[in-house]
């Protein structure tokens, strides 16, 4: 069935670290990739997302990977911040059913 | 300032009662979504309509019905409350099928 599967749960990382977050789902024929962040009480927001005919993508200090063969994406955060703690949700959009599916989230944690 | 709105914020509910959420939006988005999110269990989609007058079934539909008049609106009704739907209800839309999606503020729903 349709699934994405997201890595890990929880990430606690130094300031200034970087933190990964990985992704992967079921449907071949998706081919698009949101990321969303999303505060404590607050709605999920767009930070980053990539369509299939590229294999990366870079915004700041936020870049997405993707690798279509082995059906994975990941998150990539450099430089971290304290800002940057909260939960991030990856999505992959199914083709085959016309719907976006999120992971269960990761939750973030930077250390000042 | 255009976006989405949800109404009402918060709202505690006896069980079996039926409750409409109400959703808006003005950016003539053509597809609307309605999620839930759970603790640990991420976003789950429960109706979509990828234009107005057309709807589908979502992950976890059982127990909500929804409607799409016209363009703007996307209401979602529990037609008799239990305490399983108690969740906090996301409103999205996009401009297309398969284009990011923009959130509204959510509404937090107890059943009790």
């Known amino acids: 069935g349709e699934n994405v599967e997201q890595h890990p749960s929880t990430l606690s990382v130094q300031e200034g670290d970087s933190a990964v977050i990985k992704c992967t789902y079921s449907d071949s024929a998706s081919n698009y990739f949101p990321w969303y962040k999303q505060e404590l009480g607050k709605r999920p927001q767009l930070i980053i997302d990539i369509r299939s005919n590229v294999g990366e993508k870079k915004d700041q200090r936020i870049a997405v990977t993707l690798n279509k063969t082995a059906k994975h994406f990941s998150l990539h955060i450099t430089e971290t911040q304290p800002e940057d703690s909260a939960v991030y949700f990856c999505a992959a959009f199914m083709d085959s059913s016309y719907k976006l599916i999120f992971g269960s989230g990761t939750r973030l944690l930077v250390r000042p | 300032i255009a976006g989405i709105t949800q109404a009402p914020t918060s709202q505690i509910l006896a069980a079996g009662r039926r409750m409409t959420l109400r959703c808006t939006q003005d950016?003539?988005?053509?597809?609307m979504y309605w999620y839930r999110q759970d603790l640990g269990l991420g976003l789950r989609l429960i109706h979509y309509s990828n234009t107005a007058g057309t709807t589908g079934k979502g992950e976890v539909p059982d127990g909500y019905s929804v409607s799409r008049a016209n363009t703007d609106d996307f209401p979602l009704t529990l037609a008799s409350a239990v305490p399983s739907q108690t969740s906090v209800y996301f409103c999205?839309?996009?401009?297309?099928?398969?284009?990011?999606?923009?959130f509204g503020d959510g509404t937090r729903l107890s059943i009790l």
């Open positions: 999205a839309s996009s401009r297309d099928v398969g284009q990011p999606q923009h």
């Open positions: 950016m003539r988005h053509n597809a």
